[in-house]
């Protein structure tokens, strides 16, 4: 029995859902954002809720169940709220930098890595070493901060990089003299 998949989803105020067989549209203040439901589920909306039934009790039912109703839920959230991904740049001479609607990165390359802006994803650069990816879809948004966290990753000695806000690193020791 699916726990998430069975709790209602409620619209806010604002918030304009359309089920158009699969598929299902939902139109906020921040934007729009549209998804294919699979076959197995089924998506019913009685006034300002949300509710996602599945036909049988497969293996793949279930889990496409509860799968389903958080990709719906964080849908409504997105067009209300809107997600974002804190990154936080560690090592001497890194910096970032907005170019346009772009991401201009200074990773200690003997080039600048441009990180190009996709559609929907706004970057934010509150000092040089923090760059905040905000975006209506919680799924780019995560992609895009992994690969920009990809381009450095920290590397477990000094720990230098591109890293997560609050994400811990583990620290290597290093190499000891010959005695």
């Not at 450095?152 to 890293?163: D, F, H, I, S, T």
Request: charged share 25%; proline share 6%; no cysteine.
């Amino acid at each position: 029995m699916s726990r998430i998949g069975n709790s209602p989803i409620t619209v806010p105020a604002g918030v304009d859902v359309s089920i158009a067989g699969a598929d299902i549209t939902v139109k906020g203040p921040k934007g729009s954002l549209h998804r294919s439901i699979p076959v197995e589920i089924t998506v019913t909306q009685d006034g300002s809720t949300i509710t996602l039934a599945r036909a049988g009790d497969s293996r793949i039912e279930r889990s496409l169940h509860g799968l389903m109703r958080t990709l719906v839920n964080n849908m409504v959230l997105g067009v209300t709220v809107g997600f974002s991904k804190e990154l936080e740049i560690v090592g001497v001479g890194y910096r970032a930098e907005a170019q346009g609607k772009n991401l201009r990165l200074a990773l200690g390359f003997s080039h600048p890595v441009i990180v190009p802006a996709p559609a929907g994803i706004s970057f934010d650069i509150p000092a040089q070493t923090k760059v905040i990816v905000k975006g209506i879809d919680k799924e780019l948004v995560g992609q895009v901060a992994a690969d920009i966290r990809s381009i450095r990753k920290p590397e477990p000695y000094k720990g230098k990089g591109v890293r997560y806000l609050n994400e811990r690193v583990v620290r290597k020791a290093g190499k000891t003299g010959k005695k």
